[in-house]
């Protein structure tokens, strides 16, 4: 099947679901710059290897499997940064103390055990995910950017709900949880 054909049978799918509205922020600060560095391997193509929409599909269709149920009008926003090692090595050192690059930083807006929120007037903010493109690219030796840029999405999303891992078995656990979520949407996990 085609990725497109794909993407709109998970959006029709995902909105029978659940009737929840998820929009997605996406700030492209790594493909978008044209003083950014161009991918190696030959790939010199400026564009993101996953467009917004394919973003905001994935995003989408991931909180609606996931079955959130933390606000009664069920309408999320979360932020996508897509940047580079010296912003996210910047926010590293600042936020964690840890003056080094990262593959991927996740900022949640909610506490891990907020009770379930009373009515609102406006999308419930899940939080930012921050993903060093540069990172990903190093990691991803064995499976495609777009795997990746996928597995590290999953990955912080999981943050922003509450998942952690200071214990290896959190860790498989949320490693499971991941590959689950990229198997949703057509992605295979890849493989380390």
Same mark, same amino acid.
């Given at each position: 099947? &085609?990725?497109?054909?794909?993407?709109?049978?998970?959006?029709q799918a995902s909105s029978e679901i659940l009737p929840i509205q998820v929009e997605v922020i996406i700030q492209d600060c790594f493909f978008s710059d044209p003083g950014a560095e161009k991918l190696q391997g030959?790939?010199? !193509?400026? !564009?993101?290897?996953?467009?917004?929409k394919t973003w905001e599909v994935w995003l989408s269709h991931w909180l609606r499997v996931l079955n959130l149920d933390l606000s009664p009008i069920q309408a999320y926003e979360l932020?996508? #940064?897509?940047?580079n !090692?010296?912003?996210?090595?910047?926010? !590293?050192?600042?936020? #964690?103390?840890k003056d080094q690059p990262t593959d991927?930083?996740?900022?949640a807006a909610l506490e891990v055990d907020s009770p379930r929120l009373g009515a609102i007037d406006e999308p419930l903010y899940l939080g930012d995910m921050i993903i060093s493109v540069e990172t990903a690219q190093v990691q991803a030796q064995?499976?495609?950017?777009?795997?990746?840029?996928?597995?590290?999405?999953?990955?912080?999303?999981?943050?922003?709900?509450?998942?952690?891992?200071?214990? &290896? &078995?959190?860790?498989?656990?949320?490693?499971?949880?991941?590959?689950w979520l990229l198997q949703q949407v057509g992605v295979i996990p890849p493989v380390y």
């Open positions: 099947m &085609e990725s497109k054909q794909l993407l709109e049978n998970l959006s030959g790939n010199n !193509n400026p !564009n993101s290897p996953i467009s917004p932020s996508l #940064r897509l940047t !090692n010296s912003e996210i090595q910047a926010l !590293n050192a600042q936020y #964690r103390q991927v930083l996740a900022f064995g499976h495609t950017l777009e795997q990746e840029l996928a597995w590290l999405a999953a990955h912080a999303l999981l943050h922003l709900l509450g998942w952690d891992h200071p214990t &290896e &078995e959190q860790l498989l656990a949320m490693l499971q949880k991941q590959a």
